[in-house]
């Protein structure tokens, strides 16, 4: 069974003793002690308090420690029912409360439950140690992995035999009693590690917003933007302006501000967030958590960390990971330099007197881009208000493919004002899903987008999904229109394409249903969700003037198909050196020293042709949240690999008449209501007709070659 007990990554302070020894005795007055008895259970954020979640939590991992010691213990010969289904029965009080733990801590933290967390962290480690290094408990999964071909089992049932062997296997179940007792404590520091990194980040990131009382260095944002900057500052008891930096390198404004010095701060503040020798400094941490994931992969058997993780993946191996981004490397790079002679040349054309950077290519790129192809960003804009994009776009596509229909709740309660609910419906009538959606930056919520369940489906369990999408788009001043870009709009159908993928899920057992698959499978749903984006029905829906509701003009619409190419060298380069960056840290041997961190990242980018220093790596290492806290580790690649099947597949649609029900359902029967239940590459190729070919990627991306 694959155990759903890992936190991402959120802010944790130091547990204090006031914080982490007041919480209360779990009983029947603790919200979680039973199912919600919410529609689809939801949770009662209404009557959750902080000092809920630890008791829950730690009961729920002791009740299901008790519901392992009884299927171990069990005197009958192992069976599929009484070992396999009765794993995946166990858990339950612990999946109700972690997941809502671990959805909150992401995106609405405060101290309290920072001071958790950190507690929490190494027990939850060592709860997933206790499960899978249970010699007894591996031995009745075993006798029932050696005899499946005599049981008869069906189709999924005999998957979730192979991958609940595979998982138990993988996370150390054979190894003597003295190695395990090793691995435990690895896996103990490595998750206290893991908890430390996102605290420090949480906070660099905070303390490195851009702070400025002057409005003309801020010159080139709108009047909304200025009133977000304003507002961001007060609310933080600020005079002035702040403007607050996500988690990628890039930040969103370096497009629009026209000061120099003002851009050459913020990606200063970017490029230096977690590496000012401070308490927040990161580097230390990453560099020994990854010498402790070395140890463990060679104490488990592998070369290197890398070679663990990979073993259960599309790609297998580093080196066919490494093979894959190789070939990509020199065609994004080629395009990223032409893209910076444009550049440059521009800059040279108006008498800069400077020589190309990282903080002016957005600013310079969209003056050639409105050059090229005439089209300005701000032009675009008020045509993408966020919740018409949700309703009338991304919820658009969902209907015309897949008859789904949405009906906003306002009787839930939610764990933040901001947040909105939806219930998905069936075509056939039946509720489907409940979805929570969580778009706007604040200050105690984690950098970038996500998708995650507070009730994870299974026909098992009966469960039906609930589900949120979160994302840090710029909240607007009171009054004002929440405006996005169209990569903001392309992240809400990414976002959503995940939730798809649990939502629809047919599978019986939760191991194996919904988001379940490995990172080069899972992002493909997603990222093949974002092409209907810019499908021609789906963008006139939603694509409308937000205060006269006025369609995009032709001639508008036809700009931005026309500007899709550009910048994508840029946006390739930067995802392919942070991806190298990831595979680089996680390839290192166990005889390996401890890295210095800037010397490293240096000599992997050298060594993959992608030291550009205009075109920096979407993360840098101090800052990689996906890697060192995300359970992303060597798994970066996932995304470039699931771009491929998503431009391969789109392809098929377009070969087969687009955007059609027919060619939804079929979708949806293939892929996404199949989980994991059975091998990803023959999933694919079943519905595909053969494998995946990187052509269409290469053309869709506009690298040529």
């Known amino acids: 069974m694959k155990l759903r007990t890992i936190l991402p990554a959120a802010a944790a302070l130091a547990c204090g003793a006031q914080l982490c020894t007041a919480a209360p005795a779990f009983g029947p007055s603790n919200p979680f002690y039973r199912e919600s008895t919410l529609p689809f259970h939801a949770p009662p954020f209404d009557r ?61 933290t405060d101290p309290a439950l920072d001071a958790a967390k950190s507690a929490l962290a190494p027990e939850l480690a060592a709860h997933e140690d206790a499960i899978h290094l249970n010699g007894k408990l591996f031995r009745r999964v075993a006798s029932v992995y050696e005899r499946r071909a005599a049981l008869h089992l069906d189709p999924e049932s005999l998957r979730l035999v192979e991958v609940t062997y595979d998982e138990f296997v993988h996370e150390g179940a054979k190894l003597s009693a003295a190695d395990k007792a090793h691995l435990t404590a690895l896996n103990k520091e490595i998750s206290s590690l893991s908890d430390t990194f996102s605290t420090k980040l949480v906070a660099a990131t905070r303390d490195g917003a851009y702070h400025t009382s002057d409005r003309a260095a801020l010159a080139g944002l709108s009047d909304a933007e200025l ?55 990161t580097r230390a941490v990453i560099a020994r958590m990854a010498w402790l994931r070395a140890q463990r992969a060679r104490l488990l058997g592998y070369p290197n960390h890398a070679a663990w993780t990979l073993e259960d993946q599309m790609a297998r191996t580093p080196e066919a990971a490494l093979k894959f981004m190789d070939r990509l490397a020199p065609l994004a790079v080629r395009r990223a330099r032409a893209e910076a002679q444009d550049i440059q040349a521009l800059i040279d054309a108006q008498h800069g007197g400077f020589k190309l950077t990282a903080a002016d290519w957005d600013f310079y790129a969209a003056q050639v881009r409105k050059a090229k192809y005439d089209l300005d960003e701000d032009e675009v804009k008020p045509y993408f208000e966020v919740r018409n994009v949700l309703e009338n776009g991304v919820f658009y596509a969902a209907n015309q493919l897949y008859g789904l229909t949405f009906r906003r709740r306002t009787d839930l309660p939610v764990y933040q004002p ?50 949120y999408n979160v994302a840090n788009f710029s909240k607007p001043a ?109 390839m290192l041997p166990a005889d390996a020293p401890l890295q210095n961190v800037d010397e490293f990242e240096a000599r992997a980018l050298k060594r993959a042709g992608l030291d550009l220093p205009a075109v920096p790596p979407r993360y840098r290492s101090s800052y990689f949240r996906h890697i060192w806290a995300d359970d992303y580790s060597a798994g970066y690649y996932a995304y470039l690999w699931t771009q491929m099947l998503a431009d391969d597949g789109y392809e098929w649609f377009e070969e087969h008449g687009g955007l059609t029900r027919a060619n939804g359902e079929r979708f949806r029967r293939m892929i996404l209501s199949r989980g994991n239940t059975e091998d990803l590459e023959r999933l694919y190729e079943a519905w595909r007709g053969r494998p995946p070919r990187v052509q269409a990627m290469v053309r869709w991306r506009g690298l040529g070659g």
């Open 48 to 108: 959750i308090r902080d000092e809920d979640y630890r008791p829950a939590i730690e009961a729920g991992m002791a009740e299901q420690l008790a519901e392992v010691r009884r299927i171990a213990d069990n005197p009958a010969a192992a069976t599929f029912d009484n070992t396999l289904v009765a794993l995946e029965r166990s858990g339950r009080l612990l999946e109700r409360a972690l997941s809502v733990f671990q959805g909150v801590t992401q995106a609405n």
């Open 418 to 467: 901001d947040v909105w609910v939806y219930e998905v419906i069936d075509a056939t009538g039946k509720p489907l899903a409940l979805m929570y959606f969580d778009y706007f930056k604040r200050d105690n919520k984690d950098g970038g987008a996500w998708m995650d369940t507070f009730v994870h489906t299974s026909g098992l369990t009966g469960d039906l999904a609930v589900i």
């Open 478 to 586: 009171a009054g004002q229109p929440a405006l996005i870009s169209f990569d903001d709009v392309t992240t809400m159908f990414h976002e959503f394409g995940h939730a798809l993928h649990e939502m629809l899920s047919d599978a019986r057992y939760p191991t194996l249903s919904g988001t379940t698959p490995e990172r080069d499978f899972v992002e493909f749903p997603s990222q093949f969700n974002e092409h209907w984006a810019l499908y021609p029905s789906v963008f006139a829906h939603y694509a409308r003037h937000y205060r006269t509701g006025a369609a995009m003009p032709a001639e508008l619409v036809a700009k931005i198909r026309r500007a899709r190419d550009f910048n994508q060298g840029y946006a390739m380069t930067e995802l392919v050196a942070a991806a190298e960056l990831d595979m680089q840290w996680h």
């Open 227 to 281: 009133a977000a900057a304003s507002q961001a500052a007060h609310e933080r008891k600020l005079d002035g302006y702040l403007i607050p930096l996500q988690n990628t390198t890039q930040q969103p404004d370096l497009g629009s501000l026209s000061v120099r010095a003002t851009r050459l701060a913020i990606f200063r503040n970017s490029w230096e967030r977690a590496e000012h020798g401070d308490a927040d400094d």
